[in-house]
């Protein structure tokens, strides 16, 4: 398999310092952010002399989790979604059409390349959980599991966004910024469905939230239901950038 | 030899393209010639499969460009965008490094040693793209285009922003590479062209205006005209029932073939008005002044 333009997108991207001082960003504040919450659980578990897996789940873990979901929600978009808008900043997308790659495997290379940064930028927050587990002996491998799937598929997930967002703007400030609303948009929709109309068939809604399918992961809920939501969503998304192409650049 | 057959592209209303056919000979180089907008650059974007046209066929070797697999075609194109593909943090070998990965060559240091010797990049090997010169970019921009050792080389405007010393560098570069390719060499500036191509391809407003070698251009072209100067004054200009131009107190240009016996007329008609020749010039059009006839004509 031709992986050339994932090698190359990695070689240049994993190198470059403003990467590398955002990925030091998130690890610091996320680090700072989870040993100070979990000062505050140690304090909490020497009150009641007893812990639970579902305490540290729901009140660690899970807030963690969701922290770092908002890093990536916001993040995601300025590291993915240049992909295409870099090819062109450096001529290369004509020629890259212009190769024997197919529009599948230029998409597809894209988004394993804007994946892996973004994994690499959970990677050491990743670590953090594994402190708690060492320091209460608790058991609660399958947990953090669950957790560290939830974040691997909801990277894949904006990731996905952000390329398609890519895809739409030769700007970088635009697809950032349609990135971004497109993100907030997947959270708003369950959210006004279920708070602000308090619509009554919210179950069926609910399936297609992304909100939902997260929470049932961050709290080792895994169902292949929450799985098969972020796998489609993020072909969705493939598609949706491979038919820019294919329309707009091939025209 | 490449083979473009009623080839039409339309964007929405606009037109791009309106059925264009033209053949590239092997080891030749074909000059698209035609201003801004004329669709040169759609055309080659076709050809080097990068975009899709709305209608007609491309053959190579006259088999259907479909009966080839993607991989196979565009490894037999070799394609320069009108602004060279250049990675700016990548090194000059990187670069191609890269496009052989992309191309899966084989052997490929081999080929890249043989690419920078070939296309004169030795001295700036380990350089980043970004701080290469346009003449040095254009030069990586063939080196990339040349990586699958493709039968066709298409460039877009390879001679564009390039100053005296670069432009005869390149213009060589394109001349040895004839030897060895089938060329198509756009550009909108016709005497860019005419010290490097054997053969031409006029376009305007989507449509081929005329192809063929300079002779043939030139044949298919209108009557010559022939300038006549005078020592005196001109009292009365001839009418012969052919058209002039330029016409001043001394002289003045007719439209007329050699052969209808038109340097004996002109000299009775001046023996007449007791006029004295200065000079008498044919002057047959070159392919710019046809150019840009049949710009006009359209």
Redesign the interface.
């Known amino acids: 398999m ?1 992986l ?2 994932l ?2 997108d990695l070689k ?1 991207s994993l190198f470059r310092p403003s990467l590398l001082f955002l990925f030091s960003l998130v690890s610091l504040y996320l680090g700072v952010q989870y040993f100070y919450q979990l000062g505050l659980f140690s304090q909490m578990v020497q009150k009641s002399y007893s812990f639970g897996g579902t305490s540290l789940l729901e009140n660690l873990w899970a807030p963690y989790f969701g922290q770092i979901n908002m890093i990536l929600l916001f993040v995601s978009p300025f590291v993915v979604s240049k992909a295409f808008g870099e090819e062109q900043r ?3 997308m ?9 529009s599948w495997q230029i998409v597809l290379q894209k988004f394993l390349g804007g994946w892996i940064q973004l994994l690499l930028l959970c990677s050491l927050v990743f670590l953090f959980p594994v402190f708690s587990l060492v320091m209460f002996k608790a058991p609660y491998l399958p947990e953090l599991f669950s957790g560290y799937l939830a974040l691997i598929l909801l990277s894949a997930f904006y990731t996905a966004i952000a390329l398609f967002a890519g895809s739409l703007f030769k700007s970088f400030l635009m697809s950032g910024i349609f990135s971004v609303l497109l993100n907030i948009m997947t959270w708003s929709i369950g959210i006004f469905f279920r708070d602000l109309i308090q619509f009554e068939r919210f179950d069926w809604v609910e399936s297609l939230w992304i909100g939902k399918h997260l929470t049932n992961l961050f709290v080792a809920n895994i169902s292949l239901n929450s799985i098969y939501f972020f796998i489609a969503g993020v072909f969705f998304f493939l598609f949706l950038s491979y038919q820019m192409i294919e329309q707009v ?3 | 030899m490449v083979r473009f057959s009623e080839i039409s ?1 339309i ?1 929405g209303e606009i037109k791009a393209l309106d059925e264009v056919s033209f053949e590239i000979p092997k080891n030749t180089i074909v000059g698209l010639v035609g201003p801004n907008g004329a669709g040169k650059s759609t055309c080659m ?1 076709i050809m ?5 046209a709305t209608s007609g066929e491309l053959f190579i070797d006259d088999q259907k460009i479909e009966s080839y697999s ?2 196979a075609w ?2 037999q ?1 070799g ?1 320069l ?1 009108e ?8 090194s000059v070998v990187e670069n191609l490094s ?2 052989a ?4 060559i084989k052997n490929k240091k081999q080929k890249i040693s043989n690419l920078i010797d070939k296309t004169g990049l030795s001295s700036v090997v380990r350089k980043p ?1 970004g701080s290469l010169s346009k003449g040095y970019r254009q030069r990586l921009g063939i080196a ?1 285009a040349l990586i699958s050792e493709p039968e066709l080389l298409i460039l877009d405007e390879p001679l564009s922003g390039l100053d005296p010393m670069q432009l005869d560098e390149i213009r060589k570069l394109i001349r040895d590479l004839g030897k060895e390719h089938s060329v198509l060499f756009s550009s909108h500036q016709l005497h860019e062209l005419e010290q490097v191509c054997d053969y031409y391809v006029f376009l305007n407003e989507g449509k081929l205006v005329s192809s063929g070698t300079s002779e043939q251009i030139k044949n298919q072209s209108e009557e010559p005209w022939l300038c006549v100067e005078f020592f005196n004054e001109i009292a009365q200009y001839p009418d012969f029932g052919k058209p002039t131009r330029n016409l001043k107190k001394d002289s003045f240009e007719i439209q007329i073939q050699e052969e209808a016996g038109a340097s004996e007329q002109i000299l009775n008609w001046s023996r007449k008005q007791n006029l004295s020749i200065k000079k008498m010039i044919w002057q047959k059009p070159d392919l710019e002044q046809i150019f840009r006839d049949l710009n006009s004509n359209r």
């Open positions: 031709n050339a333009i090698k190359k240049l450096q001529d290369a004509l020629s890259l059409l212009a190769s024997p790659l197919s650049e091939r025209g | 592209k964007y974007k080097a499969g990068a975009m899709a993607p991989d565009k490894k194109v394609f965008p602004r060279p593909p250049v990675y700016e943090e990548l890269f496009w990965d992309v191309f899966s793209g990339k």
